[in-house]
């Protein structure tokens, strides 16, 4: 398994079994790693080589020390590519994952001025709320509040925005999805988000505030996420 004749050094050559090992499940979130003196006997190199793979990997977060315990593989996060306006369930779908939702909140509110501004509608105007938390594989990811005037996005249903949102304005209603603008922030969970999404008092969130218009400019969404910070990160192509 250790080539010791290869230039590329054997701490690292175990780093990468390691994470093949993860990745490809045989090692699993949670499991606790084999001793260094597992590693060492068994691929007869010296504890300080397996114990510099682990350090690393602990560094990039493959690996977690609990102390008097030992060293545990840690939840690989989801990383999701901004390049691109999807949606919540394409985005699942791309990684054969299966999404789903569960509706908390679903009425017609008239909005307010500062959301009005945002949404090119008149104070008072009639929007949908939506609050639905969005799971993967029955897993809480994200809390979404969802703001839509009801004068254009017409006809949605609770039973609707327990499926896809943007299936139903694209292919129900023909209309054509153009740009969005999206903010991101870190914050920690309030009260609702740490019961919704399951986690701890005190754990981080990705707030997110997407504004996004049909491709004739008009915004149809104002929605505002709040993803899991230990289930997900953000990948996103820069060019110069
Ligand atoms: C994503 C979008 C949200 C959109 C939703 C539609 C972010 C931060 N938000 O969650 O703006 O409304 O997808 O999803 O990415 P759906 O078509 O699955 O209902």
């Not at 054997?10 to 790693?33: F, S, T, V």
């Not at 249903?157 to 870190?186: P, R, W």
């Not at 969404?221 to 993803?227: G, I, L």
């Amino acid at each position: 398994m250790i080539d010791k004749q290869s230039p590329i050094p054997i701490y690292h050559q175990l780093e990468e079994q390691i994470k093949a090992k993860i990745e490809n499940g045989e090692y699993k979130p949670g499991d606790a790693l084999p001793s260094e003196r597992e590693y060492a006997e068994q691929l007869n190199i010296s504890r300080m080589t397996v114990r510099q793979a682990i350090t690393n990997l602990v560094n990039e977060r493959y690996l977690h020390r609990i102390k008097g315990k030992g060293t545990f593989i840690t939840e690989q996060k989801l990383e999701q590519n901004l390049n691109g306006l999807t949606s919540f369930t394409e985005d699942m779908r791309a990684r054969g994952m299966e999404p789903s939702n569960k509706l908390i909140n679903f009425e017609i509110i008239p909005a307010k001025q500062s959301l009005a501004d945002q949404l090119h509608i008149a104070e008072h105007a009639p929007v949908y709320e939506i609050k639905r938390i969005r799971l993967a594989e029955g897993i809480p990811m994200a809390l979404e509040r969802t703001y839509i005037p009801a004068n254009l996005i017409k006809g949605l249903t609770d039973h609707i925005v327990q499926s896809s949102l943007y299936q139903y304005i694209e292919n129900e209603l023909g209309l054509k999805i153009g740009k969005a603008s999206q903010l991101f922030e870190a914050t920690l969970a309030n009260e609702e988000e740490i019961e919704y999404l399951e986690i701890a008092d005190q754990s981080p969130v990705l707030f997110m505030k997407r504004t996004t218009q049909l491709e004739n400019g008009i915004p149809f969404e104002v929605v505002k996420s709040s993803y899991r910070a230990d289930r997900y990160k953000f990948m996103l192509d820069l060019e110069r």
